[in-house]
């Protein structure tokens, strides 16, 4: 069998979406970016939401208006995307990495209060894999320093913190749509806010800086070669219409796409339980995890890990590191002096963490074959 880590599920309904977009004359940032917007809000259960490019833009926009800037510190966890730790040094601030909970490959909450400086403007966590941090713990901590929490949800579309979707705790949260997660844009990504005022200046900041978008000109009629006013610098982070048409039909799908693979990591759950040496993931109680990847751990050590993966790629079946261990990457250790025993269970998470193949279009045949392979190989 060929089984790759993920699949997208994508048909003939995006294709007809896009070809709509492409014959309607309209296909930058426009109506059915203010759709999929939305939509997204409406699941999420914030008030707003704003599309950009990415997540990672999405995370630019979102610390710049929390105010963060050069001198500034926030709070990142050390086990996650690059990109989380650079959108804080896009700000000109510097990223400040806590170690993780490696039960939950999610923020030691126990550990965040110790990094807090006066110069802290705000706490990112990260919901890693799909599954919430805890929110509640962080969100005291932020309560009793006066310091704002921006969500860091790239892999959460879907993830529940007893009962109330993430993105919603913070002042912002940022979700991605790459097409590694549940559902994709190509690429893409959403700030989802209940704040007015921020929502307001996501506009402004995503479109160069002007004071009014384009469909609102339009929407607005007179004289349309009046170009707006630009009072604030700002960036091209506008997604277009026809990312936006393919993620209009994404959501649709959504439901189906998370009970799918909710119901396979259940499923792995339950048939790789028991081989000596690899811990699976959890999900505590009150937690609902969207599983944007099924991540375990190598017990005995990284080489172990990676014999195991080069066998299962042998084998036809591919699998991933889980992701970084940010304070350990060249950038970082140069820039800011990290080291890697800052930060322990964050660099065993890099060295042992193996991601199996998960999808929602996944049938039992192939993940029985994932199965078995990854008891050959463990066990050899």
């Not at 989380?84 to 601030?93: F, H, L, T």
């Not at 982070?237 to 026809?242: A, F, K, P, Q, S």
């Not at 950038?331 to 890099?350: L, N």
Request: glycine fraction near 8%; hydrophobic fraction near 40%; proline fraction near 4%.
């Amino acid at each position: 069998m060929n089984i790759p880590v993920t699949k997208t599920v994508l048909g003939e309904e995006e294709i007809k979406a896009v070809a709509e977009r492409l014959l309607g004359g309209w296909v930058v940032q426009g109506p059915k970016v203010r759709e999929f917007e939305e939509l997204f809000a409406a699941y999420a259960g914030t008030r707003f939401a704003r599309a950009t490019t990415s997540c990672t833009t999405a995370l630019h926009l979102g610390l710049l208006t929390l105010g963060v800037g050069p001198g500034d510190e926030v709070i990142v966890p050390a086990f996650t995307y690059v990109a989380s730790a650079n959108a804080v040094v896009y700000c000109g601030a510097t990223p400040v990495f806590v170690d993780i909970d490696l039960s939950t490959f999610d923020v030691d909450v126990s550990k965040i209060e110790a990094k807090i400086t006066p110069k802290t403007k705000a706490i990112m966590p990260v919901h890693e894999f799909g599954l919430a941090a805890d929110m509640d713990a962080i969100l005291a901590i932020a309560k009793r320093h006066d310091i704002p929490v921006i969500e860091d949800g790239a892999c959460a579309t879907g993830t529940r913190y007893h009962g109330k979707h993430v993105g919603g705790f913070g002042k912002v949260g940022c979700f991605s749509f790459h097409p590694r997660k549940a559902i994709t844009s190509g690429e893409g990504g959403m700030i989802t806010t209940d704040d007015e005022a921020i929502a307001t200046r996501l506009e402004v900041l995503r479109s160069h800086g002007a004071s009014m978008s384009d469909l609102a000109r339009h929407e607005k009629g007179g004289a349309s070669f009046a170009l707006p006013e630009f009072d604030e610098l700002g960036f091209n982070y506008r997604m277009t219409d026809i990312q936006a048409a393919i993620g209009v039909e994404q959501m649709k799908k959504l439901p189906w796409i998370l009970s799918a693979r909710q119901a396979r990591a259940k499923r792995f759950n339950e048939l790789l339980a028991g081989i000596p040496g690899l811990t699976l993931p959890r999900t505590p109680e009150g937690y609902e995890h969207a599983f944007q990847s099924y991540v375990a751990i190598v017990e005995k050590s990284h080489e172990d890990r990676d014999r195991i993966a080069l066998a299962l790629q042998a084998k036809g079946i591919a699998t991933r590191q889980g992701t970084h261990a940010v304070h350990a990457l060249g950038y970082y250790r140069a820039k800011y002096g990290t080291k890697i025993e800052d930060c322990p269970m964050a660099w065993k998470a890099d060295r042992q963490s193996m991601t199996l193949p998960l999808y929602a279009t996944m049938t039992d045949e192939e993940q029985d074959y994932v199965v078995r392979c990854v008891r050959e190989t463990m066990a050899s």
